[in-house]
């Protein structure tokens, strides 16, 4: 991807955008590591566990990822990008911001009913039919679109670093 050049900015601007960038690069970073860890470890261990185990692993990893450092990656990583976009009309930036609006999508769209499903379905020493459960929640489409999330967001923290890059040639 190339283009023009963005104009040169100076002072505050260039400040802001800089560190819109920066802000950009590091959370969606931090999103990169967190799908891709849940990739290639956690759904992998988790795979070879029994149904009530899986399901009360599962369901106290999904309470405890809802707390202020992953929103504000997860948003942060969205609002960052957006900013940064609209400061500095890199191609590099606008696919960054493009595949992460497409693994924004997929998580609320897809990875977000099937946790809520398998959280609904109540404790695991409380199901009759654990193994029932465990097949409703379908892990392989959860960790297919994971693995879509993972790939995605890899690929936006390198477009993002590259256009870290571009910058600093540009001054």
């Known amino acids: ?16 955008m800089v560190a819109a960038l920066i802000a950009a690069t590091m959370t969606t970073g931090l999103m990169a590591g967190v799908f891709g ?4 470890t956690v759904m992998a261990g ?11 692993a599962f369901q106290a990893l999904d309470r405890a990822i809802i707390n202020p450092w992953f929103m504000f990656s997860f948003g942060g990583a969205l609002l960052f990008t957006a900013v940064a976009a609209f400061l500095n009309p890199s191609p590099w930036v606008f ?3 493009g595949l992460y609006l497409v693994v924004f999508v997929i998580t609320v769209a897809v990875n977000v009913p099937l946790n809520d499903a398998l959280k609904a379905a109540g404790p695991p020493d409380s199901l009759a039919d654990p193994a ?19 790939l995605a967001t ?3 923290f390198g477009f993002l670093c590259w256009a870290l890059v571009a910058r600093g040639k540009l001054g």
Do not use: C, K
């Not at 991807?1 to 963005?6: K, L, V």
């Not at 459960?133 to 879509?148: D, I, P």
């Open 1 to 16: 991807m190339s283009g023009a050049a963005p104009p040169r900015l100076t002072g505050g601007m260039f400040a802001l």
């Open 37 to 40: 860890l849940y990739q290639h």
């Open 46 to 56: 988790l795979a070879g566990t029994d149904d009530r185990t899986f399901i009360g």
């Open 95 to 97: 696919a960054a911001l």
């Open 132 to 150: 029932a459960v465990r097949a409703a929640f379908n892990e392989a489409r959860w960790t297919a679109w994971n693995l879509v999330r993972t």
């Open 154 to 156: 890899t690929t936006a």
